[in-house]
C-alpha cells in the first residue's frame, strides 16, 4: 500500500517534468534555449518515472523481479548518457552552422 | 512511352481497387480470416512451436515464405542502392587533406607531376574528409563506450524474439544503426575501417542465404521446404523444438541481411557512392 502510494508519486512527480519540458519546448524562443527542456526536464522526468516503475515490479521481492527493476534502471544510465550526449551534439552543429543565439529583445524565431 | 506506362498504372491501379471491394468490411468478426486462421494460431501456435511469442511464430514458421521474400527484397534495395550510387572511381580529382596526428595541422596535398598521387606517411598523417570538422571529443567518447551495449542489445533482440517483441528485422536494425552511430560521430573512414563495403554487401547475401539454406536443409532432410520438423533430425529436443530453433536460425538470417543492408545502404548515401569521405 505505501509502496503504490511512493510510486504513484513517483509516477506523477515525473509527468510534471515532462510536462513541463513539453511547455518549455513549445515556448522558448530558440534553438538552443529548447534544447534545455528537451534534455534537462526529460531527462529527470525519465529518471523519476522509471524509477517508480521498477519499485512497482519490485514487490514481491524476486530475482526475476529484482533482474528486471535493473534492467529498468538501465534505461535510465543510458538515457542518462545518451540524452545530454544528443543534446551537446545538436548545439554543436547548430553553432558550426552559424547560428546565432536568442538575445534579450530579439524578436522570437 | 511514358503516356504507355501511365495507361497502365491506371489500368492495374483501377482493377486493384475493383478488387476491394469484394473485401470483408475491416475488423468484420465474421470475416474468414478472424473465423478460422487467427483463432488458430492463437490456440494452437504454443503447441505446435513450443514459441509463446505468436508473432514471431506466425511471421517465422507459418508464414515463412512471405518472410523469406521479405528479406529478399531487402537485399534486392540494397543491390539497388549499390547499382545506382556507387561510382567505381577511387578518389574525386583535386586535392586532398591530410592532418598531422600529433599537431593537428591539416595540409592540403596536390596531385604530383603527371597527375600522380602524392601520399604523405600514414604513420604521421591521416587522410580527412575536405569539409573537414574536427572530432567533438565528448561525442566520440560517448559513442564509442555505448556503441557496444547498443550492439549486445541488437543480439538480444535477435536471440529473444521467440518470448518478447522483436526479431530479426528489428535486431538487425539495431546492429546496423550502431554501425551508422560510429560513422556519423567519427567518420565514415572510422566505420569502412569496421566494417568494409565488401563486408557489407556480403552480410546481407548471406543473410539471405542463411534464411534459404535452412529452407533447403529441411528439403534435403525429406520435408517440405521451410519445415522445421526436419531439422529434429540435427538438433537435440524433437520436432516441436526443433520449430523452434529453426525459426531462431532464420531470424539470425534475416538480421545479419537487415543490418548488412543498412550498413550498405547509408553508406553509399553519404558517401555519395565515393566510399572515400562523408559523414
Redesign the interface.
Known amino acids: 500500500m505505501v509502496i503504490t502510494l511512493i510510486v504513484v508519486v513517483l509516477l506523477l512527480v515525473g509527468l510534471l517534468f515532462f510536462t513541463g519540458g513539453t511547455v518549455g519546448l513549445l515556448r522558448f524562443p530558440d534553438f538552443y534555449s529548447r534544447l534545455h527542456p528537451a534534455g534537462k526536464l526529460d531527462g529527470i522526468g525519465v529518471l523519476l518515472v522509471i524509477l517508480g516503475l521498477s519499485l512497482y515490479q519490485l514487490f514481491p521481492l524476486t530475482v526475476a523481479s529484482a533482474v528486471t527493476g535493473l534492467k529498468l534502471m538501465l534505461i535510465v544510465v543510458?538515457v542518462f548518457?545518451?540524452s545530454p550526449?544528443a543534446t551537446?551534439?545538436i548545439t554543436?552543429a547548430g553553432l558550426?552552422a552559424g547560428m546565432e543565439p536568442w538575445k534579450k529583445g530579439d524578436p522570437w524565431r | 512511352m511514358k503516356i504507355l506506362g501511365l495507361v497502365i498504372v491506371a489500368l492495374v491501379g483501377s482493377v486493384l481497387i475493383y478488387a476491394t471491394v469484394d473485401f470483408p468490411p475491416f475488423a468484420d468478426p465474421e470475416s474468414p480470416a478472424s473465423l478460422h486462421v487467427s483463432p488458430r494460431y492463437i490456440e494452437k501456435s504454443l503447441d505446435e512451436t513450443a514459441v509463446p511469442n505468436v508473432v514471431t511464430a506466425v511471421l517465422a514458421d507459418y508464414r515463412s515464405f512471405d518472410t523469406m521474400f521479405e528479406t529478399t527484397v531487402i537485399f534486392a534495395a540494397g543491390v539497388a542502392c549499390f547499382l545506382l550510387l556507387r561510382i567505381p572511381r577511387r578518389r574525386p580529382p583535386g586535392p586532398r587533406h591530410f592532418r598531422h596526428r600529433l599537431t593537428g595541422l591539416t595540409f592540403r596535398v596536390k596531385d604530383g607531376e603527371n597527375g600522380k598521387e602524392i601520399f604523405l606517411p600514414l604513420r604521421e598523417f591521416e587522410p580527412v574528409d575536405s569539409v573537414w570538422t574536427p572530432h567533438d571529443f565528448i561525442i566520440e567518447k560517448v559513442c564509442r563506450y555505448m556503441i557496444p551495449f547498443i550492439q549486445l542489445f541488437g543480439l538480444y533482440v535477435i536471440a529473444h524474439g521467440h518470448h518478447s517483441p522483436g526479431g530479426g528485422f528489428q535486431g538487425g536494425v539495431i546492429l546496423g544503426a550502431a554501425i551508422i552511430l560510429l560513422s556519423v560521430s567519427h567518420n565514415l573512414r572510422t566505420a569502412l575501417k569496421r566494417m568494409r563495403e565488401k563486408t557489407g554487401a556480403l552480410c546481407s547475401a548471406l543473410g539471405v542465404f542463411i534464411f534459404a539454406g535452412t529452407g533447403a536443409l529441411c528439403l534435403a532432410l525429406g520435408y517440405n521446404y521451410l519445415d522445421y520438423r526436419a531439422l529434429a533430425a540435427l538438433l537435440p529436443g524433437g520436432p516441436i523444438m526443433a520449430r523452434s530453433h529453426g525459426m531462431l536460425l532464420v531470424e539470425i538470417g534475416v538480421g545479419v541481411a537487415v543490418m548488412g543492408t543498412m550498413v550498405w545502404i547509408f553508406k553509399n548515401l553519404a558517401s555519395l557512392g565515393r566510399y572515400d569521405e562523408g559523414l
Open positions: 543510458f548518457l545518451a550526449t551537446h551534439a554543436d558550426r
